[in-house]
């Protein structure tokens, strides 16, 4: 699926500011710490690429992104896409995709991938160690062993290759430059995923155990209140 003039998830959260005022207000995680763009450009973060994971900040609080880990697919010239892998929803694969239920890793449900056209499906998949995704029609390598998988290819054919796959109604796009801006914002975290991250269980807070696996101090955001009048 390609991101060129598709829709874009709308202005990020920290959008158009006519007051040039920062929205944020004092930063909980520490003062007068270098913008995302500053610590992007001397090496300090790593850069946003196919495989990258977004994990939206502690001041980003509109219900669409809140807590959210947004898996890069696409990141090039045109824009980026991708797709939110911690929000399942109540449909089970079954009932919309009834052929690849054995393929798909539990919980076998139907994930919320993001705002742009939920009545479309995408689907990721984990390749086996050592497998070639050359070797079967239908797969795409996204980053290292996570591919995408073409929704139209048969099931029996990739249970062989695969470990499992995750299927998305919908995705998160960004349009050129819209992305580098929330970044700026320090809206999302930069991270790289493992594939385990794709097929985690239900019970697992994926948005959490990628930020304790990060360099000091992103650990701490780990058990940051999103909500601080609340505590």
Same mark, same amino acid.
């Not at 995408?122 to 795409?140: E, I, K, N, T, Y």
């Not at 790289?192 to 019970?203: E, F, V, W």
């Given at each position: 699926?390609?991101?060129?003039?598709?829709?874009?998830?709308?202005?990020?959260?920290?959008?158009?500011?006519?007051?040039?005022?920062?929205?944020?207000?004092?930063?909980?995680?520490?003062?007068?710490?270098?913008?995302?763009?500053?610590?992007?450009? $001397? /090496?300090? %973060?790593?850069? =946003?690429?196919?495989?990258?994971?977004?994990? !939206?900040?502690?001041? *980003? #609080?509109?219900?669409?992104?809140?807590?959210?880990?947004?898996?890069?697919?696409?990141?090039?010239? $045109? /824009?980026? %896409?991708?797709? =939110?892998?911690?929000?399942?929803?109540?449909? !089970?694969?079954?009932? *919309? #995709?009834?052929?690849?239920?054995?393929?798909?890793?539990?919980?076998?449900?139907?994930?919320?991938?993001?705002?742009?056209?939920?009545?479309?499906?995408?689907?990721?998949?984990?390749?086996?160690?050592?497998?070639?995704?050359?070797?079967?029609?239908?797969?795409?390598?996204?980053?290292?062993?996570?591919?995408?998988?073409?929704?139209?290819?048969?099931?029996?054919?990739?249970?062989?290759?695969?470990?499992?796959?995750?299927?998305?109604?919908?995705?998160?796009?960004?349009?050129?430059?819209?992305?580098?801006?929330?970044?700026?914002?320090?809206?999302?975290?930069?991270?790289?995923?493992?594939?385990?991250?794709?097929?985690?269980?239900?019970?697992?807070?994926?948005?959490?155990?990628?930020?304790?696996?990060?360099?000091?101090?992103?650990?701490?955001?780990?058990?940051?209140?999103?909500?601080?009048?609340?505590?």
């Amino acid at each position: 699926m390609g991101i060129g003039g598709e829709e874009s998830h709308g202005q990020g959260p920290h959008g158009d500011d006519p007051e040039g005022e920062d929205p944020r207000g004092d930063d909980p995680r520490g003062h007068d710490h270098p913008s995302y763009g500053d610590r992007e450009a $001397a /090496g300090e %973060l790593p850069r =946003v690429r196919p495989g990258s994971i977004l994990l !939206a900040s502690t001041d *980003l #609080l509109e219900d669409t992104f809140r807590r959210t880990a947004v898996y890069v697919i696409e990141h090039n010239d $045109a /824009g980026t %896409l991708g797709v =939110v892998i911690n929000r399942m929803s109540q449909t !089970a694969v079954h009932n *919309l #995709l009834p052929h690849w239920t054995d393929l798909a890793a539990s919980p076998r449900a139907v994930y919320v991938g993001g705002p742009v056209k939920q009545d479309a499906a995408l689907c990721l998949g984990v390749m086996q160690r050592g497998a070639d995704p050359d070797s079967v029609f239908g797969l795409r390598t996204v980053s290292g062993r996570v591919v995408l998988v073409d929704l139209d290819a048969d099931p029996e054919e990739l249970a062989d290759v695969l470990e499992g796959v995750r299927i998305f109604a919908g995705y998160a796009g960004w349009g050129i430059g819209q992305l580098a801006d929330e970044l700026r914002h320090d809206s999302w975290m930069v991270a790289s995923a493992m594939p385990g991250d794709l097929l985690a269980p239900a019970q697992s807070d994926v948005w959490s155990a990628v930020l304790r696996r990060q360099p000091w101090p992103l650990p701490l955001v780990a058990t940051h209140p999103i909500d601080i009048a609340r505590n």
